[in-house]
């Protein structure tokens, strides 16, 4: 009995130890992933605070509601039209989030935002696991407080989904490797992750989400002389997975679309990428140039000098990896003649690291504390104001114009874009069926200029019995204002001198230079003579 007292009294404080030592990190880890929770909220904070941006958001997000309206989960539809710009996945995630959450502008930006999320968590796992904890914590305010960042994960395309699942497939791959390199079996669940989100990548926009991660990678494993490790993150399992994901979408709209494989990969990759005759030319040095600036203050602080010495061995290899990211992602989009800022979103985190590689700035001292203090509040004042100056500017939203539109309109009128297109009123207006387009398609330089048109264009192509339909000439539209609907035309004012049709017909509303008419069901005849009036009618 003594002996059991007495080893019950010896073992006591063993048993509490263990307990505070579990609890100590239990609340280390719900302090870590407090932090990750902060910055993934406030990616999210202002999502509501702005309409809809032409011609991008309204672009992406009206496909998306014509996948959940028309129900047709298949093909993405642009006007009723089959569209190959772009794969399927931002359209899926947006319909999706649409159907669940209402048809809002937050709940539109879903796919930008799960992108900014997949990122940002897979690098605070990496960071943390073979940097330092204080290390991801830094990573995490730097990344989420660079304007590039935190705009590109409310701008409803598809930028910065596909940049977190580059990002994803970069930092699972290098898991693995460094896994590899210490002599350890490349952890299972990590490769799943880096060939699911690598296929993730592919579905979102092509080919770039595989390509890019592929050289990164190897450009590190190159420049770090661990080429060895090659092999083993060529796992069958993965590449197995990742042809299961992919594979099934490009195949169905193959067999559908003859014409598909050449227009998404040649044209829409190849040709976009090595010639020129697209839109957004501009000079080689513009990449750099605007990571410079987009991504104010923290890219100051790249010429900074390290201070540290924290994390183990491998710290090197992944500074290594950092800068490998940062300069080829760059030089690979400074080599085509068309260039986007939101091509740049993959770069982020990367810069972010290498920032947070600077200071240790929750547990540093003096000059360099301040200044990461001072930068900070200097970083979330320049992406308020930039989200404030795109709500402001509004961006010819036509969100002021759907309302009195989707109050007003009648079953079997018709609505009308006239020479633009207007393509966030189907999401503003609830509108169920594709409008009808106004412009001369008969013209030859329309295939030459990288716009709405030449989308619409291509579009028809794959269905021109549906494209004879929501394609309409001025000749037809005169015509069809004279048939006896109610028709609802959106345009530029100077238009209205252009039909006579319009000469009596209502003005709704306005917005932006934008103008809503309401043209009602038999108008005079002096717009349309060929339409015989009341009074002559039965002569």
């Known amino acids: 009995m003594r002996q059991m007292m007495g080893l019950g009294v010896a073992t006591e404080p063993a048993w509490r130890g263990m307990a505070s030592q579990r609890w100590r990190h239990v609340k280390a880890w719900?302090?870590?992933?407090?932090?990750?929770?902060?910055?993934?909220?406030?990616?999210?904070?202002?999502?509501?605070?702005?309409?809809?941006?032409?011609?991008?958001?309204?672009?992406?997000?009206?496909?998306?509601?014509?996948?959940?309206?028309?129900?047709?989960?298949?093909?993405?539809?642009?006007?009723?039209?089959?569209?190959?710009?772009?794969?399927?996945?931002?359209?899926?995630?947006?319909?999706?989030?649409?159907?669940?959450?209402?048809p809002s502008e937050w709940a539109a930006r879903a796919g930008p935002l799960l992108g900014a999320a997949a990122g940002t968590v897979a690098a605070f796992l990496f960071v943390r696991r073979w940097w330092s904890a204080s290390v991801a914590r830094a990573m995490l305010l730097a990344f989420a407080t660079q304007p590039l960042a935190f705009v590109g994960a409310q701008f409803a395309n598809l930028d910065m989904l596909v940049a977190g699942c580059i990002a994803v497939t970069i930092f699972s791959f290098a898991h693995a490797a460094l896994e590899a390199g210490l002599g350890q079996r490349p952890s299972r669940r990590v490769l799943v992750a880096g060939y699911a989100f690598a296929a993730l990548g592919v579905l979102a926009k092509g080919l770039i989400g595989l390509v890019l991660p592929g050289v990164v990678l190897l450009a590190w494993c190159v420049a770090s002389r661990r080429l060895r490790v090659v092999p083993w993150l060529l796992w069958p399992p993965g590449l197995a997975l990742f042809a299961a994901i992919v594979v099934p979408w490009f195949a169905a709209m193959q067999w559908r679309f003859p014409a598909f494989a050449h227009y998404f990969f040649v044209v829409q990759h190849f040709s976009r990428y090595a010639q020129g005759g697209f839109n957004n030319v501009q000079p080689w040095w513009f990449c750099a140039v605007a990571i410079a600036v987009l991504c104010l203050p923290w890219s100051a602080w790249l010429v900074l000098p390290r201070r540290g010495g924290l994390?183990?061995?491998?710290?090197?290899?992944?500074?290594?990896?950092?800068?490998?990211?940062?300069?080829?992602?760059?030089?690979?989009?400074?080599?085509?003649?068309?260039?986007?800022?939101?091509?740049?979103?993959?770069?982020?985190?990367?810069?972010?690291?290498?920032?947070?590689?600077?200071?240790?700035?929750?547990?540093?001292?003096?000059?360099?504390?301040?200044?990461?203090?001072?930068s900070l509040v200097l970083a979330v004042a320049a992406c308020l104001a930039a989200v404030t100056a795109f709500a402001l500017r509004g961006d010819h939203?036509?969100?002021?114009?759907?309302?009195?539109?989707?109050?007003?309109?009648?079953?079997?009128?018709?609505?009308?874009?006239?020479?633009?297109?207007?393509?966030?009123?189907?999401?503003?207006?609830?509108?169920?069926?594709?409008?009808?387009?106004?412009?001369?398609?008969?013209?030859?330089?329309?295939?030459?200029?990288?716009?709405?048109?030449k989308e619409l264009a291509d579009a028809a192509r794959f269905a021109p019995d549906r494209a004879a339909t929501s394609l309409v000439t001025p000749a037809q539209f005169g015509a069809l204002l004279c048939s006896g609907s109610n028709s609802w035309v959106v345009g530029h004012p100077a238009n209205r001198a252009r039909y006579a049709a319009l000469a009596s017909a209502e003005q709704v509303a306005t917005a932006h230079e934008t103008?809503?008419?309401?043209?009602?069901?038999?108008?005079?005849?002096?717009?349309?003579?060929?339409?015989?009036?009341?009074?002559?009618?039965?002569?």
């Open 30 to 102: 719900g302090h870590e992933w407090g932090w990750l929770a902060a910055t993934l909220a406030w990616l999210v904070v202002t999502a509501w605070a702005r309409p809809l941006a032409l011609p991008d958001e309204g672009r992406y997000v009206g496909v998306a509601w014509a996948m959940l309206t028309s129900g047709d989960w298949v093909v993405p539809q642009l006007d009723g039209l089959p569209y190959f710009h772009k794969p399927p996945l931002f359209y899926w995630i947006t319909a999706g989030s649409l159907s669940l959450f209402g």
């Open 311 to 374: 994390g183990g061995a491998e710290v090197p290899a992944l500074r290594s990896l950092m800068w490998s990211g940062l300069l080829v992602i760059t030089v690979f989009f400074s080599i085509p003649q068309s260039k986007l800022v939101g091509y740049l979103l993959p770069v982020t985190w990367p810069l972010a690291l290498l920032v947070a590689d600077k200071v240790t700035p929750l547990t540093g001292e003096g000059h360099r504390r301040r200044l990461w203090a001072g």
């Open 397 to 453: 939203s036509t969100r002021d114009l759907s309302r009195p539109l989707a109050t007003q309109l009648q079953p079997g009128d018709q609505i009308f874009f006239l020479h633009d297109a207007y393509f966030d009123l189907p999401f503003y207006a609830r509108l169920r069926q594709p409008v009808r387009i106004v412009e001369d398609w008969g013209e030859p330089d329309i295939a030459a200029r990288d716009n709405w048109r």
């Open 515 to 539: 103008v809503l008419w309401r043209v009602a069901a038999g108008v005079s005849r002096e717009a349309c003579p060929e339409t015989p009036s009341p009074s002559s009618a039965g002569r």
